[in-house]
C-alpha cells in the first residue's frame, strides 16, 4: 500500500468496536458464517423489506417506478447500470445500496484487498494465514467504507480501476514478477464491498475491456503477471442514455455482462418534484421559503423540461429547481440584509432572480438563440399563475381588490420589506384566510413576513390574471388598477 493510501485508509476507516474478535480462532469460536457480499446485500435487503423498513432512504419518486427494479436486480445477485439523464439522483441511489451490507465485517489485518479471514486469496495473506494459523490478525471494516467510487473520465487508466506495477516496491530489491508488487486499483481495493463507476460511457473503450473479467470471471488480471485474484464485489455504474452521450458508448461486451439495466426518471408528479426540492435545498440560515414559492420553482422546472423550446435530450435536472429555490433565499437574505428586516422571508418579487441565474443550466434548440432569456421569463410567470390558481383560486380577494377600486396602489419590490408592504395595503381583512390557504402545516404564518409574502403572491396572482396592472421599475415594483 502506497503512504497516501495508508493515510487516506487511516482517515476514513472506522474504529471497530472493542468485544469484536481480534483473530481468526476466536472468529471461529464466535459463530461467524462467511457471506458473499452480493448474499449479504440479498439477505439485509429482504429482511428490511419483511421489517417494513426504509431500504434507500432519501430517494423521492422512485417507490413504484425504479425501486422495485433494483430490488430485483440486487436480490437476483446482478450488477447493474442505471441509465437516466442527468440529475436524477442515481448517485445518490447507488450510494444507499452500500447501506444494505452488514454494519462490520472481518478482514484480515492490512490486506490491500480486504480478504476475509476465512478465505485470503492475495499472496501476501495466504502466506500470513499458513504462517500464523488461527492467530491470524483481524480487523473489522464498516460498511461506510466498504463503498467505492470513480467518475469515469477519459483520462482514467487501467492501472487506476485494476491496478499495476508499483515501482517503489521494484526499488526495494523485489523481482518483477512477484505478485507484491503490485498496486492494487480502485475496483480491488473495494473487493467484499459496492464499486459505483459514474459516467460509464465516458471511460474510453480500452479501459472498459479491462472490467470484462471483473463483471464475468470475477477477477482480474495485471498487465504479464501470472496473476488471477479472484474478486466478490457488487459492481453498479450510471450512464446517461446513449442518444444523448456524445462522448462514448459502453461497448457491446461490458453492456451484455451487467445483469440488469435500470432507467431512472425525472419525478412523475408535481408533489415529487416539491418534495424532492425541499429535501435537497439547503437555503441560507436565517430564511423562510414558503411550500407556494418551492411549488411555484418546481412548476417551473417541469414547465422547463416540457417546454419545445428546451433540448429534450439533455434534460433539466432536479438540480436547476434546487439552486432556484437556493437563489430566492439568498435574494430573500440580501433584502434583509439591505433593508434590516430580521428572519427575512422569499417573496414573489425574488423569483426573477433565478432566470439568469439558472439559464446557464438549460440547453435550447438551435432556433431559440437571443430569446433564452424571454422563454425563461414566460414560464416562471405561467408557473406562478397556474401555482396562484391552485391554492388561492377559489379565496375571497375582495378586500385586496378595493384598494385599487378607490385609486390606490401598493408598492413592493426586492428591496421593499415585509413590513413596508403591509403597511402600503393596511388593514386586510380576510388575510388569516389567505396565510392558511398558503401555510395550513406551517407555523410561519403568523409572522410578518409570510403575512408580506402571502399579500404579495395574491397581488401577483390577481396581475397574472389581468385583474391588476404593474409596473416595474429596477428594484420596486407597483401595482395599480
Known sequence: MHRLDAVSAAITRHTAPDDLPATLGALRASGHIHRPVKHEVRENLLRRMRAGEDRFPGIVGFDETVLPRVERALLAGHDLVLLGER??????????????????????????????????????????????????????????????????????????????????????????????????????????????????????????????????ERDIQIRGYALRLPLDVLLVASANPEDYTNRGRIITPLKDRFGAEVRTHYPVGLEEEAALVRQEADPVPGVTVPRHLVEIVSRFTRLVRDSSSVDDRSGVSARFAVAGVETVAASAQRRGALTGEDDPVARVCDLPSIVETLQGKVEFEVGEEGRETEVLAHLLRRATAETFRRTLGGADLTALTEIFAEGGTVESGELVSGAELLRGVGPLPGLADLITRLSPEEDTGETPGFAAAAVEFALEGLYLNRRLSKDSVRDRTVYRT
Not at 480501476?161 to 517503489?168: A, E, F, S
Not at 505478485?179 to 463507476?197: A, K, M, Q, S
Not at 460511457?201 to 479501459?207: E, F, G, S, V
Open 87 to 216: 440529475g436524477q439522483g442515481k448517485t445518490r441511489l447507488i450510494r444507499t445500496i452500500a447501506a444494505l451490507l452488514d454494519e462490520w465485517t472481518p478482514v484480515v489485518r492490512d490486506c490491500p484487498v480486504n480478504d476475509h479471514p476465512y478465505e485470503p486469496v492475495c499472496a501476501r495473506c495466504r502466506a500470513l494465514a499458513a504462517e500464523t494459523g488461527d492467530e491470524l490478525p483481524v480487523d473489522w471494516w464498516h460498511r461506510e467504507d466498504r463503498y467505492g467510487e470513480k467518475l469515469a473520465t477519459p483520462d482514467t487508466a487501467v492501472g487506476d480501476l485494476i491496478g499495476d506495477v508499483d515501482p517503489i516496491k521494484l526499488a526495494e530489491g523485489r523481482s518483477l514478477g512477484d505478485p507484491e508488487t503490485v498496486h492494487y486499483g480502485l475496483v480491488p481495493r473495494t473487493n467484499r464491498g459496492v464499486f459505483c463507476l459514474n459516467e460509464l460511457p465516458d471511460l474510453a473503450a480500452r479501459i472498459q475491456v479491462a472490467l470484462l473479467n471483473v463483471l464475468e
